[in-house]
């Protein structure tokens, strides 16, 4: 039976194992972040990310063990990330996986990254639990640097995807006004930190789609009218209205993110909802999701940041699940950069 997993995600820039039981616990989770390699390009590059997944994985997983106390006998499986991401970065933790599966007789399950940030508010710690009243069915907002999209998440496995953005991610969105206003990489905490000290009324953004009757957004436009405005205002206002222009930017995503989540709550008479992914870190939507959810009786679960942000645990609590079920991957299991279709309906 399996009862605990180690767990490897290097879908994307942050490198992390994690050993995780069944039940969620979390016996220990380690990363590499590599944000100071892609700093200078203003964005990631595909094979630095790989390379760095190179080096740090193997000391990550001695490091994993060692946290937690266990070693290889304490653990019954290995769950990898291996869709959907960057391919040279996926491959790196998919192969180490299969070679550890192999060398230490192991059973291997392949992982959908989307689907360990839906079920991250099950993850549990000394410091960290889900409510007690929550559990299925639930509505999730899945909002990364690559994706931005609702759910009605059901079960294990049993997951409607109800819209998602017909254009930009919303990470991607806050990365590239980040850029274009001189903020650096990664700028989505940068505009959230930025916008702290700044009006969100003082200039004016679009908030598309934000009325339709979908599930479905739209940032592309948002983004160019940010690139309008920054080249309107010029490098010198730029840099003294930049709270104001970060704060304003922000709410305009924001507004739309509640909005389409206030929609699909409603239509799925869904009392529960979450925020994932890494923007779910940003602390005005913390904010305002939670005075939408303390308005309306629901439950909201934002997992804490390291929870939110790409990390190995919600890789491993959905596979050690899945592999409790009897759930394993064959060793001709290849990477792939969209999730299946048969992941979501
Ligand atoms: O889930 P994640 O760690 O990686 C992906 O799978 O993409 O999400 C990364 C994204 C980046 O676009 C980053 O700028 C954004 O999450 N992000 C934030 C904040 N922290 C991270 N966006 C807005 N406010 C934040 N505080
Ligand atoms: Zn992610």
Redesign the pocket.
Known sequence: MIERVLAIET??D?TSVAIVDRTGWVHSVVAASQDLDHEVYGGIVPEIAARNHSIALIPLIEEAFKKANMNWSDVQGIAVTNRPGLIGALIVGLVTAKSLSQAKHLPFLGVN?LEG?LLAPFLRDDKYAPPEDFGYPYVGLAI????TSLYQIKGLGDYRILGATKDDAA??C??KFAKMAGLGF????R??QMAKAGNPQAFEFPRSMIHDDTFDMSFSGLKSSGQRMLEQLGPELVQERLPDLCASFQEAIVDVLIAKLDRAAKVFRSKRVILT???S???RLRQRAQEWADKKGYTLVIPPLRYC??NAAMIGYVGALRMARGEVSALDLGPSPQALASDFK
Do not use: K, L, R
């Not at 990364?144 to 994706?147: L, M, V, W």
């Not at 990664?186 to 905490?189: A, T």
């Open positions: 879908s994307c942050d990254h940030h990364s640097g690559g994706h990470g991607e806050f990365d990664p700028g989505g905490v505009v959230d992914g890494g923007v870190a940003n602390s942000t790409d």
